[in-house]
């Protein structure tokens, strides 16, 4: 049973704030040992569960945050930027029989823990084929293509609750309760890692190959903040503005769809000026 882990930061344990996730500030230093907790508790349940194979893929910003040397030794990990499925590397292998989504969030303009789509600002909305879509929907839609099933999703409990709705059968853990976009109630790693680990462990019960499900094709709008932020993804082929501030694109397979939104977000982010935005 070969099981890949796609794993955020945003929605890890104690997380709350911007310099959490950042990499080089000291409350990134902090959370890392955290989030790093949250994967190995996924890790050991899936293990427990029956796992021959974990693969951790590193989802968040540089995607160098998870501390390997602490990392369970039964694990690998894929680590770094400019991979061919950003999030869900390792899917393309064609042999996962389930995928967990840990420290997942809300997506841009939701309410929720450091709620954003891909880049932290910008971005205000995301819809794929008329449904608000977080990075948890938008990778579902790639997993099913690969016959992949989402077993598990962890976050704050406003992550859980999207998650019913792309992923209905996956078990859930909420790690912290929102309060606001900068707040949450927590609980101690401890305390989250034990739910971790026996969720992990339940569904790894219900892992397996599903039939690839091919959906296309796929449309999604993107809502920028900024009308010169639409222009700049409006210069991807294939991708028209439909308004001052909002893009659509159709691609025929998921693997094109979050190619080409990877593409969108990389030419919203680097149009991004400082102050205006």
């Given amino acids: ?32 040992a955290m989030f790093t907790s949250d994967v190995n508790a996924a890790v050991s349940g899936f293990f427990a569960g029956g796992a021959t194979e974990v693969l951790v893929n590193e989802a968040h910003a540089t995607m160098r945050n998870l501390l390997l040397e602490r990392l369970d030794e039964r694990a690998a990990m894929i680590t770094g930027r400019h991979k061919d499925l950003s999030m869900v590397e390792g899917l393309q292998r064609g042999d996962v029989d389930g995928v967990a989504f840990l420290g997942y969030h809300s997506g841009a303009g939701a309410e929720g823990v450091l709620a954003h789509t891909y880049l932290p600002n910008s971005v205000t909305g995301v819809w794929l084929e008329g449904e608000p879509a977080d990075e948890g929907r938008l990778n579902s839609y790639v997993a099913a293509e690969y016959g992949a099933p989402v077993l598990l999703v962890t976050g704050d409990d406003r992550a859980c609750i999207d998650a019913a709705a792309y992923a209905p059968d996956a078990h859930t853990v909420a790690v912290k309760q929102y309060v606001s976009r900068y707040a949450a109630l927590c609980r101690p790693p401890g305390a989250t890692a034990a739910d971790i680990s026996e969720a992990a462990e339940a569904a790894a019960a219900e892992a397996g ?10 449309t999604v709008e993107v809502e920028v903040d900024a009308a010169h ?32 939104f990877k593409a969108v977000t990389t030419l919203i982010g680097n149009a991004v000026e400082a102050d205006y935005g």
């Avoid at 190959?209 to 959906?215: A, F, M, N, V």
């Avoid at 294939?238 to 909002?246: C, F, N, S």
């Fill in 1 to 32: 049973m070969r099981i890949l882990i796609s794993a955020d930061m945003e929605g890890a344990t104690g997380v709350t704030w911007p310099a959490d996730v950042t990499p080089g500030t000291e409350q990134w230093q902090r959370c890392r």
């Fill in 209 to 218: 190959r599903i039939e690839p499900e091919h959906r296309g094709p796929l």
């Fill in 229 to 260: 932020l639409a222009g700049a993804a409006a210069l991807v082929p294939g991708v028209e503005a439909v308004g001052p501030r909002r893009v659509r694109y159709t691609s025929p397979t998921a693997f094109e769809m979050i190619r080409c």
